[in-house]
C-alpha cells in the first residue's frame, strides 16, 4: 500500500524484502532517499542503515526510519555515532500518510543542503 501512495504522488519506488536486500539495493541503485522499517527478516534496519553508512557512496542517502516498536527508535537514537553522517529521521508507525509527502520532502531538501 505504502508503495502505491508514494508513486501516486510521483515518486519512483524501490522495493527489498529484507535488511540484505535493502543494502543491495541501496548500494546498487542509490536511491534519493530511503524509508527503513526497522522490522525487517534477515537483517534489521538497524543493521542494513549501519552497514548503507558504512559505505562511502550510500553515506549521506537521507534515511527515515520507521517501526511500531516504539524501542527501536530509542536503539536507534541511543547510539547516533555508530550510523555515521546525514540525514535520519525516526517515525513511529503507524505512518501518518497525510505528513508523509512533507517528511520526504524536508528530508530531501536537509539532504540538499548539507551535500
Known amino acids: 500500500m ?18 540484505r536486500e535493502a543494502v543491495e539495493a541501496a548500494c546498487r541503485r542509490r536511491p534519493d532517499l530511503i524509508l527503513m522499517d526497522l522490522n525487517m527478516p534477515e537483517m534489521d534496519g538497524l ?3 549501519r552497514r ?11 534515511v527515515i526510519a520507521n517501526s511500531a516498536d516504539g524501542m527501536r527508535g530509542i536503539d536507534l537514537f541511543s547510539d547516533v555515532q555508530s550510523f555515521g553522517r546525514g540525514y535520519l529521521e525516526y517515525i513511529a508507525k503507524p505512518l501518518n500518510l497525510a505528513a508523509l ?8 531538501a536537509n539532504a ?4
Open 2 to 19: 505504502l508503495r502505491i501512495f508514494l508513486e501516486e504522488l510521483g515518486y519512483r519506488v524501490i522495493e527489498a524484502r529484507n535488511g
Open 112 to 115: 540538499r543542503l548539507a551535500a
Open 47 to 49: 543493521a542494513a542503515l
Open 101 to 108: 509527502p512533507e517528511q520526504i520532502e524536508t528530508a530531501l
Open 52 to 62: 548503507i553508512r558504512a559505505k562511502p557512496e550510500t553515506a549521506q542517502i537521507p
